[in-house]
């Protein structure tokens, strides 16, 4: 074969310059933190509106809430029921090790598991 004749390769796709921090791009923590900065006060005046219209009506006894207040149940929804997660995965995870969890059991464990899960379900009464 002649050298004219050998196939040549394509060249390779051109490396981008990740830049800063192997591919942290600082103006990406600019957009966070002005997202952040625009949507915390948001999501503070969405929780006092719906409070206010909501839980005085409902239960006579409660009071209003003012902005301060509402950011502060945020808060305290976040650290009881760990919400705002990201990208953490949450359940989506959870679910997915379960799932394989089970198809790794034998026929035998995945029977024993069944009969303990049934301990805590309510039985239907007939």
Known sequence: MDQNE???NPPAPARRDRGFRGG???RRWGVKLLLCLLCVPVLGVVVMLLWNWVMPPIFPGVAEI???RALGLLVLCRVLFGGFRGR????????????ARWEAMTPEERERCQLRSRMFCREERK
Request: aromatic residues 20%.
């Open 6 to 8: 050998m196939p040549q």
């Open 88 to 99: 953490h995965g949450g359940w989506h995870e959870k679910r997915r090790f379960m799932r």
């Open 24 to 26: 942290r791009d600082p």
């Open 66 to 68: 003012g902005f301060w």
